[in-house]
Every structure is written in C-alpha cells, then in structure tokens.
C-alpha cells in the first residue's frame, strides 16, 4: 500500500512538473511573441516616420529652393533626419526613420518637374501668315539655321519691300505663296513668286513658279505641305495659370521709378499690368495678367538666377469681351532677358485675337534679348530694328530692320519652370529602402 501511495506521489509530481514546463514554454513563446510583435511594429512605424521624412523634403523644396535638411524632427513616435544630395534641377534624399532602437532608411531622388516645349523654327506662323518689310530678317546663330513655317502666305508688306530668310522656308496648303523674298537655303510652297532661293525650289503640283531665281533645281512635289499646330497646347496654358494663381491674387499692378526693383510671381493680376520708368522687375514664378501688359521706358524684365538654364513665363490671358484683353506691348528701350545662364528664355504668352498688324495682340519693340513672343490666336507685330531669339504667332510682321535671330539652344527643347525652385517630384522608380 505504501509503495502504491509512493507511486502515485512520483507520477503526481511528474505530471506537475511537465505543466509547469508547458506553462514557462507557454509563457516564455507569449513573452517572445510580443517582443517580435512589438519589434515587427516598430520596424513599421519606422518606414512610416522615414517615407514621412521624404514627403517632407518635397514639400519644404517647393516652398524653398534653398532646403537643406534636417535632424531628429519628432514625428509619430520617432523622429526622422534627412540629408539632401546633389546640385541643379535633381537632389538626392536620403530619410532616416527612428523609433527606439530601430532605424529604417529609405533613398528617393527628386527632380524639378518641367514643361517642355519645342522650338524647331526662327518663326512659326499660323493662318494669318508672314509679312516682311524691307532689311527685315529671320536668321541663325551657333549652328541653328533661321528656318520658317507658316500655314498662311509669306509677303511683302508692300510691292518694292523685300525680306530675308536664310535658311529653308514652307508655306502650308494650296494657294498661299512666298513673294519677294530671298531664302539662303530650300523653299518649298504651292506658289512662289519673285524670289531669289540659294538651293532647291519645291512647288506643289499645280501651283507656279514665277520670276525666281534659284541655285539649284526645281522640283515638283505631289500634294499639299501640310499645317503645322503652334507648339503649345491650350492645356499648357490653362496649367501655367492655375500654377500662377497658386501663388495668390491682386488688383491692377503698377510698377514705376529708377529705384523700383521688385521680385513677382507665382502671381495672378486680375487687371492691367504696367512696367515703367526704368524699373526693373525680376520674375520669380509664373505671372498671369488678365488684362494688359505694358512694359516701357528703359525697363529691364529679367528672371530670377535661381531659374538656372530653366525658362519663365509671362501670360496675357484676359475674358473675351473685353477683346482688348490680354494684349501686350514692349517698347523700344525694354531689355527683357532669361536667368543670366545658358538656355534660359523668358516667354511673353498672349492668348489676345487681335488679327490688324497695326493693332495687335503683341507689339514688340527692340533691345529684348533672351525673349520668345508667343501668340497663340493673333498677331505679333515686331517694331523697327527690334532683335529677338523666337517668334510664333497666328500671324507676324516684321517692320523695317526687324530681326529674329534663332538660337541653338532653343532647337533643342526648352524647359519651361513656374519658379526658380520649379515644381519638385519624385523621379519614377527611384524609391527604395536601404541599408546604411
């Protein structure tokens, strides 16, 4: 009986010892479990805090250009450290997340978000056409050749004036024509009349070639030059302006005095907009003017070096009644330039329909520089012995002595920035975590 008793006491124990090591096996995988739930955790919240850390480098570059960095920025339980890599239009961000002892760090690269748009003519015409007076002149410089596209005629502004052109020249559809003009390259229209070509003349089958002079032959080409759209799309436009009016709104602006030099833009001016007086105007984002734009009287409009080789926009795009809306006028002792670097332009937009050379939607005077006139639905008439870099237009005349002289650089594509900061982003697929 004793020993009985001693076996059941033996086989108690037993069994109480196995619960026991189940118990500490069940609290010590409890204990575990929580550790690695909790590490698991915190290797999220770490991710989260070091993507949060990138979206912050891209906000705070938007807003300055000149953002460094930054350490140990608390933020949903950890902090967060960036460090920021690279000049010009890219930086690398590298973002460091920390929650307690666990660190995540992710890579992105950033890059300046950029309009492009391509300039492949000294001047680009629409319907309206090409009018030339005498010495007027469309030309190239640093290899580019001062080509011409026009959907409409290119012609003398009266009988005995003459235009040059010395690269190739095409005139779009059937019935328009070139006329006393002499082309220092090919000329290709439906008729051609009076002229003077260096090389190869091509006509359309049907048309003429009457009284012209050519140092090549002459061919005919079967069907129709076809038109060519204006570069820019409406859609562009409409974008540029909501960038604009992003950086707020104000009333009619005036500018004026030798000692008024002012930095302006992103901005929307509901009104006119008024340059003058030797005043100098940088701009630092796009500018959008609903109602004129008169620049005057030794004024010197210029972007802002931050711009860097990107270009700048200055847009007159007023409701269409009043139709004066939207014109613009440079005068004659203006110098507007780009950013001081290489490829760099400042555009002056008008969406204004004004068809009269005598009353157009641009009217541009000399001594501009680094300039491109752009009107997308009228005229641009260029004043005497102005010189620009680029042209396009719905329609152009050029007054005696006027002259466009073509640029390299704008062969290529320009970029086309709402700031000097631009607009940064996040370049496609370059997010990744890594380790330090």
Same mark, same amino acid.
């Given at each position: 009986m004793k020993q009985q008793?001693?076996?059941?006491?033996?086989?108690?124990?037993i069994i109480a010892?196995?619960?026991?090591?189940?118990?500490?096996?069940?609290?010590?995988?409890?204990?575990?479990?929580?550790?690695?739930?909790?590490?698991?955790?915190?290797?999220?919240?770490?991710?989260?805090?070091?993507?949060?850390g990138v979206d912050k480098t891209i906000m705070s570059l938007n807003g300055d250009a000149n953002y460094s960095g930054e350490t140990d920025t608390v933020f949903g339980g950890g902090t967060f450290s960036v460090i920021l890599s690279g000049l010009g239009d890219s930086r690398i961000i590298k973002s460091k997340g920390k929650v307690g002892n666990i660190e995540k760090v992710i890579r992105a690269q950033a890059v300046v978000a950029t309009d492009k748009v391509e300039f492949h003519y000294g001047a680009q015409v629409g319907s309206l056409g090409l009018i030339m007076s005498n010495q007027s002149k469309i030309s190239g410089t640093g290899g580019a050749a001062g080509n011409v596209y026009s959907n409409g005629?290119?012609?003398?502004?009266?009988?005995?004036?003459?235009?040059?052109?010395?690269?190739?020249?095409?005139?779009?559809?059937?019935?328009?024509?070139?006329?006393?003009?002499?082309?220092g390259h090919d000329a290709h229209a439906h008729i051609l009349k009076n002229c003077t070509v260096a090389n190869d003349i091509y006509y359309v089958s049907g048309g003429s070639v009457q009284n012209c002079t050519y140092g090549g032959?002459?061919?005919? $080409?079967? !069907?129709? /030059?076809?038109?060519?759209?204006?570069?820019?799309?409406?859609? &562009?436009? @409409?974008?540029?302006?909501?960038?604009?009016?992003?950086?707020?709104?104000?009333?009619?602006?005036?500018?004026?005095?030798?000692?008024?030099?002012?930095?302006?833009?992103?901005?929307?001016?509901?009104?006119?907009m008024l340059i003058d007086n030797n005043a100098i105007l940088t701009v630092t984002g796009t500018i959008w003017v609903t109602g004129n734009i008169t620049i005057r009287n030794?004024?010197?409009?210029?972007?802002?070096?931050?711009?860097?080789?990107r270009s700048g926009i200055i847009i007159g795009d007023g409701p269409s009644t009043?139709? $004066?809306? !939207?014109? /613009?006028?440079?005068?004659?002792?203006?110098?507007?330039?780009? &950013?001081? @670097?290489?490829?760099?332009?400042i555009m002056l937009l008008s969406t204004n329909t004004k068809s009269n050379p005598d009353d157009p939607a641009i009217n541009a005077g000399n001594n501009s520089t680094s300039v491109i006139f752009y009107a997308s639905r009228g005229m641009i008439t260029i004043e005497n012995n102005a010189s620009l870099?680029?042209?396009?237009?719905?329609?152009?005349?050029?007054?005696?002595?006027?002259?466009?002289?073509?640029?390299?650089?704008l062969a290529s594509t320009t970029n086309f920035a709402s700031g000097p900061g631009g607009s940064w982003k996040f370049k496609k697929d370059s997010w990744q975590e890594i380790k330090e």
């Open positions: 008793k001693g076996q059941m006491l033996v086989a108690a124990l010892t196995v619960v026991m090591l189940l118990v500490t096996a069940l609290l010590s995988y409890a204990t575990f479990g929580n550790f690695s739930a909790n590490r698991s955790l915190k290797r999220s919240q770490a991710m989260a805090i070091a993507e949060a005629s290119i012609i003398p502004y009266s009988p005995g004036h003459r235009g040059t052109i010395t690269g190739d020249v095409y005139v779009a559809k059937n019935g328009n024509r070139i006329e006393n003009i002499d082309i032959t002459v061919k005919v $080409e079967i !069907g129709a /030059i076809p038109e060519k759209p204006l570069p820019i799309a409406p859609e &562009s436009i @409409s974008k540029w302006e909501s960038e604009a009016a992003a950086g707020g709104e104000r009333g009619p602006y005036t500018l004026s005095g030798k000692d008024a030099t002012v930095s302006l833009g992103p901005i929307k001016i509901n009104g006119d030794g004024v010197i409009v210029k972007l802002s070096s931050g711009y860097g080789a009043p139709a $004066e809306a !939207g014109k /613009i006028w440079v005068g004659n002792d203006v110098t507007v330039g780009g &950013s001081g @670097s290489t490829g760099s332009y870099k680029e042209v396009t237009g719905y329609g152009l005349y050029l007054k005696n002595g006027a002259q466009i002289t073509y640029e390299s650089g």
